[in-house]
């Protein structure tokens, strides 16, 4: 290929990466998936007696969907002592949450008696469900 026919190509790729960028600087952004109600969370004994100085305790409450589309929420929750130092975390995953649809919240498996748990902080990670899945 001679040097003529090398710039020629270099040239067209270098507009075709231009008009590529131009064209998606129009594009909408999606809506914001921020708008995600997390209640107050309780605590309840995962045992039958309900007695809060066994093992094991579960975070209770309910999650509400304010976006105007549907989203997965993955919650890892951190139960803290009577001090409110980190004593464990776990995992929780809200499939399928519709839009101004509420859900109850279950937790299980935090393995301290509820009457060690002052309460719970909540990080939450939110995901638009997209056609198709990625």
């Known amino acids: 290929m001679s040097f003529f026919a090398r710039s020629v190509f270099a040239l067209v790729v270098l507009l075709l ?3 590529a960028t131009l064209a998606c600087e129009n594009l909408a952004t999606g809506p914001t998936l921020t708008a995600i109600t997390l209640s107050p969370l309780g605590k309840q004994p995962t045992t039958d007696v309900k007695d809060p100085s066994l093992c094991c305790c579960r975070a209770t409450g309910t999650v509400t969907n304010k976006n105007s589309v549907s989203v ?3 919650m890892t929750l951190t139960a803290l002592d009577l001090k ?6 776990v995992l929780y995953f809200v499939p399928d949450l519709g839009p101004g649809q ?3 919240v279950d ?3 935090f393995f301290i008696p509820c009457n060690s748990i002052g309460g719970f902080t909540p990080e939450l990670s939110v995901h638009g469900l997209t056609e198709p899945p990625l």
Do not use: H, L, N, R
């Open 84 to 89: 409110g130092s980190a004593i464990e975390k």
């Open 72 to 74: 997965y929420v993955t």
């Open 102 to 104: 509420t859900k109850d």
């Open 107 to 109: 937790v299980p498996g």
């Open 17 to 19: 990466v231009v008009a």
